[in-house]
């Protein structure tokens, strides 16, 4: 094996493969006790969780691609705006999500609101919530990102020239776009697709919140056999069949993409402006798009934070909401004196370092392992698409395998003397080498795929002007490199900041996040709990609105 | 050779990086630093709350560092207790309910106490004859109603479990599902105490027939779909505890002059929560002062307004917007823990094919 | 065939919002079966104005006629024209055969004809054999065959070609430009090839049209422009000798490299272009003088520098720093 991989591999064979197989040997044991109800039911399960990621994954990609193009290939006002607007949603908690759609198509929502009152109804016109279409809505909302950036990030560097030798050919523009464009992206959208797909394979949150409980899929299952049910056998099997499911998909991928590699010289092309009335109204038309559907649920959220709903009791259709901003100072005063109090700032504070350390801990793995995998012998071929199975853990399996595994220290002299065994799990590291592990998959593929198309001669060139190694790798690969960096350094911080995933479960309440913040306020009643959890998520995505708008500024800067 | 060097750059570059990070996270508390003060770590459900002067007291009183490991909800927590009790994570757990109760008796995570303060807890709340599992607080998940939205209409709040498959009550009632709620298993088992197994399933059908709303939990069924909170939904009655019209009158925005909610008295079910010591714990000392702290009456009277329970002690003395606002049922639901544990799974399973399929 | 009439093109400085002419006022034609060589150096406009003609680009102003219809907004794919890129852009997923069909495959000819034509082209530039090769496999010659074949295929009305031999070695560029000529002359349409290179140009071209910063600086055979350049940038560009410029004083011309006899009177005090082509012969009382600085062997001939700049090419070799006089021709352009 080259020695590059191995940091990568070591690092998921402790954090990942190791609690996962200790959760799934204990639970597997007694497999003989499941009853025949559970198999019955896991078919109807299976099939829904097959149908809405398919159906999720195709929605996202048809309403992908175009921003992708747009995003790469045209230059419009707010760009960078719109574009970190895309982002947020994927770091957003669904609790959070769940709110700002029912603020906009909720029963009392804008729009049934404004629908009420202009066509004179009582009841609300737009059923949203709880049928198929919040489900999938939700998730083009959260994954639309995924497709927007690889695939724009290759469009953006395709060769234009080929195009134009296609329509000398006498290929029309839509032929161009099947015959060439398409087939070109091909690599990255299959990265893309699959991504997504495996996102919306383990949905939960917005199964649970959105489609409500007449949906159930696979790790909704588990959560309910695992958490509500203490039936460990049954969600360890369920976890198995997703788990190989998920390696399954990622064997076709990457088998699919060794097929189609064709190296491609990446020709980065500036954006251009709209020029013709027919280009101008497409581009207007689609940034609209983009805002209807990213700016209002985003915006419903913050609107709603400092809007105080509880003086028109009674009369609630009425508009006019008045304006405070006491959901925010009431954030900064800890009213009943709890030892849960937490300070926003300190919130953001933590939810930062979290994120910071994750995408260093992630980029620092994930590079060697990409160069290790970008000329890929036998044994790497093989270990490929395990290295993306993290993306298709079911969460909540993995988090109780955590608990198992690193609840005594692994080595246990060197943490001498301490009365329980918490050691590991209670170090704060826990946490972002858990984000670790979900966001080092993607890293590794996005970084990887970068890494193929950097030509040999520019390193070669670099060694015989005199660069040592580690100047050519600093040099060449890591300047060439610095979009598709900053890109994968983006997917870990979200991934830490949104802590989806196995992280959730995890137990660090000495360094609440803001996600934890959020949490807090919303499992209590009353309208200022509700009004804080609003506020606090409006920082959270405030915050990551900055991180994301300096990170992409950084990338322009940095692009060569 | 040079490959194997910059392998090892990196993974010092990493280790560096995560060493640096710890100084950049607050530091551990000064306790570690002392070894005269010694660290009890109690396990509990995410809800958990109390006062820092309360808890400040005790760790003063007994020098020792309290350590909360927060663990989900009540489900999620009693369910890493179980499968941590080799290499238990905590000296005690905290949050186990009467729904779950026996399920934790039967894994064997606790260590029985006979803590003296038990003899001023009334003997209703020990479901636990051996007091490995020992009361701390309970509360009745019962109907929650929009006072105002009744008020509009002119229409009184419903008075009965069958009240709710009136033609008048259509559509107006959100429930969560029990099968992955705590307040919805609540519900689910006041029907079933109500009409026995399987009557719950007819008047289930009516209701489903009557146009409930199943959500998946209650912050959903409360925050988006109940009229009468900040969600403003359609609904406007929800299963919620008989506290929640206290914390909406606490938690108000602006003043109130009365609760906006009320509850439903009857056809409500009660939950009481345990404390334990967990098997193996090597601060058992501690463990059993810090549950004699639970049940005394600095920490009983804290509990009202920072969790939203009553307290199981009954010299704690009730605070006034609590006791103003806050109710009990007259006579709740309580089955016995071991046919909760027994049928739990059966129920769900008819439930969900009665109601959602 | 193909006229085009005052093309205007100008292009967007990035940052600046200036717009920095690159064509003006283009007028030329191509004739049917005739090969016209765009010849100028890089920037002056030549890819560009294929590019119009290709209808990859829309002029903003001025006339594409194509048999007497204006096509300037006709979209490209509708145009027929074919056009080989500089590095030939061809498609790196698909194989040769699908590379050279894909023209054929936008007419949507039926699959056995599509399979006979590829075969064709693919013999006329002698690839048969690499059909179902990667493209990114092949050498930049093969490359170059694919690209031209791909471009034949659909039978184009008008073939256009930008510096196609520009990524070759010499030697393989000798060999192919003989092909090439084969090759067009076989096609029989008419060319438009863009090139940089003059051996290229007079090697195919019926016609050629030298492109100088977006203008026209001269047009005609290649004998013409050979024999006449139109100014001393054409003489110079061309490498046809030594251009001078000076000022006609008392009947010579004063230049920075000496004074020289005027073959045709001038009026005194005009500023005039001489080239003198460096075939010359040693005479005594030769118009030309100068100090010898260099001799280099040329095969047949001597190249001989002399100390003002100016060289000449002589069948006998003088020493290095003994004075010469020549007789050579003088034009004034």
């Known amino acids: 094996m080259k020695l590059r991989l191995l940091p990568a591999v070591l690092f998921l064979g402790i954090f990942f493969f190791l609690p996962l197989g200790r959760i799934l040997a204990l639970s597997l044991a007694p497999l003989s006790q499941l009853d025949a109800a559970l198999f019955s039911r896991l078919a109807d399960v299976l099939r829904f969780t097959f149908f809405q990621a398919a159906a999720s994954s195709l929605l996202t990609v048809l309403f992908g691609l175009p921003l992708a193009f747009l995003f790469a290939r045209v230059d419009f006002p707010l760009k960078p705006f719109l574009r970190t607007l895309t982002a947020i949603p994927f770091m957003l908690p669904t609790v959070v999500v769940a709110a700002a759609f029912n603020a906009l198509l909720g029963p009392r929502g804008w729009f049934n609101l404004a629908l009420m009152s202009a066509l004179g109804l009582s009841q609300p016109p737009i059923i949203f919530l709880g049928t198929l279409g919040a489900i999938l809505a939700a998730h083009v909302f959260y994954n639309a990102t995924i497709v927007i950036r690889l695939v724009g990030n290759a469009w953006a560097n395709l060769d234009p020239r080929l195009g134009q030798a296609a329509r000398s050919l006498g290929a029309s523009p839509a032929s161009v776009f099947w015959q060439v464009t398409l087939p070109l992206l091909r690599p990255a959208l299959l990265a893309a697709t699959l991504l997504v797909f495996l996102f919306d394979f383990t949905s939960y949150g917005v199964i649970l919140l959105l489609g409500g409980p007449k949906f159930s899929t696979i790790e909704v299952e588990i959560a309910l056999q695992a958490l509500q049910m203490l039936n460990l056998p049954a969600a360890a099997l369920l976890s198995l069949i997703q788990l190989l499911c998920t390696l399954t998909f990622s064997v076709l991928y990457t088998r699919s993409l060794s097929r189609l590699a064709a190296p491609l010289k990446p020709v980065p092309q500036t954006p251009r402006r709209a020029q013709t009335r027919l280009e101008r109204l497409l581009v207007a038309s689609l940034v609209c798009v983009l805002l209807m559907f990213y700016a209002l649920p985003l915006l419903a959220l913050p609107l709603r934070s400092i809007s105080r709903l509880e003086a028109q009791r009674g009369q609630r259709t009425a508009s006019g909401p008045a304006l405070t901003l006491e959901y925010y100072t009431e954030l900064f005063i800890n009213r009943r004196g709890s030892i849960f109090y937490i300070p926003p700032a300190t919130a953001a504070r933590n939810s930062l370092a979290y994120a910071g350390l994750t995408v260093a801990c992630s980029l620092l793995l994930g590079f060697p392992a990409a160069q290790a995998l970008a000329r890929p012998g036998r044994l790497e071929k093989w270990l490929d698409p395990l290295l993306l199975l993290p993306l298709g853990a079911s969460a909540v399996t993995l988090g109780l395998g955590y608990l198992l595994t690193f609840n005594r220290p692994l080595v246990p002299f060197l943490v001498p003397g301490r009365g329980l065994a918490l050691s590991f799990l209670a170090s704060p590291l826990i946490v972002p080498l858990a984000h670790t592990t979900i966001a080092l998959p993607f890293v590794i593929r996005s970084l990887q795929a970068a890494l193929a198309t950097i030509p040999p001669r520019y390193r070669e060139a670099a060694a015989v002007l005199g660069a040592s190694p580690w100047q050519v790798w600093w040099q060449v690969d890591w300047k060439i490199l610095s979009r598709a960096l900053v890109s994968a350094g983006a997917f870990a911080f979200t991934v830490s900041l949104g802590e989806f995933g196995a992280a959730s479960l995890l137990a660090r309440p000495e360094y609440p996040t803001l996600p934890t913040a959020i949490f807090r306020f919303l499992s209590q009643p009353g309208g200022m709990n509700y009004g804080q959890a609003l506020a606090m998520a409006t920082i959270l995505m405030t915050i990551t609105g900055l991180a994301i708008g300096l990170i992409e500024k950084e990338r322009v800067a940095g692009e060569f | 050779m040079k490959r194997l060097l910059g392998t090892l750059s990196l993974l010092t570059l990493f280790l560096a990086a995560c060493a640096a990070s710890s100084q950049v996270l607050p530091s551990e508390t000064e306790a570690a630093a002392s070894p005269a003060v010694r660290t009890l770590t109690v396990m509990t459900h995410d809800s958990f709350s109390a006062s820092e002067a309360v808890i400040a007291a005790f760790e003063q009183a007994n020098q020792v560092n309290l350590v909360f490991l927060k663990s989900g909800d009540a489900g999620a927590a009693l369910n890493k207790a179980i499968l941590s009790k080799d290499a238990p994570l905590a000296d005690v757990f905290y949050g186990v309910d009467n729904t779950f109760l026996s399920r934790a008796l039967a894994a064997g995570v606790f260590e029985a106490y006979n803590a003296p303060l038990l003899a001023d807890v009334p003997i209703e709340f020990k479901l636990d004859p051996q007091n490995r599992a020992l009361p701390v607080d309970f509360g009745d998940v019962c109907l929650n109603y929009d006072k105002a939205w009744f008020d509009g209409k002119k229409m009184p709040g419903p008075a009965s479990l069958d009240d709710l498959l009136k033609p008048e009550y259509r559509g107006l009632l959100v429930v969560e599902n029990p099968a992955t709620s705590s307040p919805g298993l609540a519900f689910l088992l006041a029907t079933i105490q109500k009409y026995g197994d399987p009557g719950y399933l007819e008047y289930w059908r009516a209701l489903k027939a009557n146009d409930v709303v199943v959500v998946d939990g209650w912050e959903t069924a409360y925050y988006t779909n109940f009229s009468a909170s900040s969600g403003r939904g359609p609904q406007p009655l929800v299963v919620s505890y008989a506290t929640s019209p206290a914390a909406e009158f606490i938690f108000a925005p602006s003043p109130l002059a009365d609760a906006p909610t009320a509850s439903m008295l009857q056809g409500c079910f009660r939950q009481v929560e345990f404390v334990g010591i967990l098997k193996g714990s090597p601060n058992r000392a501690l463990a059993e002062k810090f549950i004699d702290f639970m049940l005394s009456r600095a920490f009983q009277e804290d509990m009202p307004l920072q969790m939203f329970v009553y307290p199981v002690n009954p010299q704690a003395a009730l605070p006034a917007d609590f006791a103003r606002f806050a109710r009990l049922a007259p006579n709740p639901a309580s089955l016995p823990v071991d046919e909760i544990s027994a049928n739990r799974e059966k129920w769900l399973a008819a439930w969900t094919e009665v109601v959602l399929h | ?333």
């Open chain 3, 1 to 333: 065939m193909l006229e085009l009439l005052n093309l205007t093109k100008s292009y967007n400085l990035t940052g600046t919002g200036e717009n920095q002419p690159l064509l003006r006022n283009i007028s030329l034609s191509v004739a049917p079966g005739e090969t016209v060589c765009l010849l100028g150096p890089s920037g002056s406009g030549k890819s560009t104005l294929l590019r119009l003609v290709a209808g990859l680009e829309a002029p903003e102003g001025g006339e594409i006629r194509w048999q007497g219809r204006d096509i300037a907004t006709l979209p490209a794919h509708k145009r027929q024209f074919g056009l080989m890129f500089q590095d030939y852009a061809l498609f790196p997923h698909l194989d040769v055969q699908s590379n050279v069909a894909f023209g054929l495959r936008m007419q949507a000819i039926a699959s056995s004809a599509l399979a006979v034509r590829v075969a064709e082209v693919l013999a006329l530039v002698k690839m048969s054999g690499f059909e179902h090769r990667r493209v990114t496999e092949l050498s930049g010659g093969e490359q170059q065959r694919v690209a031209l074949a791909r471009a034949l295929a659909p039978r184009p009305l008008l073939l256009m070609l930008d510096e196609p031999l520009g990524a070759l070695d010499r030697a393989l560029k000798a060999t192919l430009l003989d092909e090439l000529r084969h090759i067009l002359r076989q096609a029989g349409i008419p060319v438009m090839y863009v090139t940089h290179d003059q051996e290229e140009a007079f090697t195919l071209a019926d016609r050629i049209l030298l492109l100088r910063e977006g203008q026209i600086a001269q047009a005609g055979t290649p004998l013409e422009v050979f024999s006449h350049p139109a100014d001393g940038w054409v003489a110079s560009f061309l490498g046809l000798g030594n251009v001078l410029s000076g000022v006609v004083r008392a009947g010579a011309l004063d230049t920075p490299f000496g004074r020289f006899p005027l073959p045709k009177t001038r009026p005194e005090g005009a500023t005039v272009t001489l080239l003198i082509r460096p075939p010359a012969a040693l005479a005594s009382d030769g118009p030309l003088a100068g100090k010898v600085t260099d001799v280099l062997f040329r095969g047949e001939q001597f190249r001989v520098e002399l100390e003002n700049g100016l060289y000449f090419h002589l069948d006998h070799a003088p020493r290095v720093g003994t004075m010469i006089r020549l007789q050579a021709r003088l034009e004034v352009l």
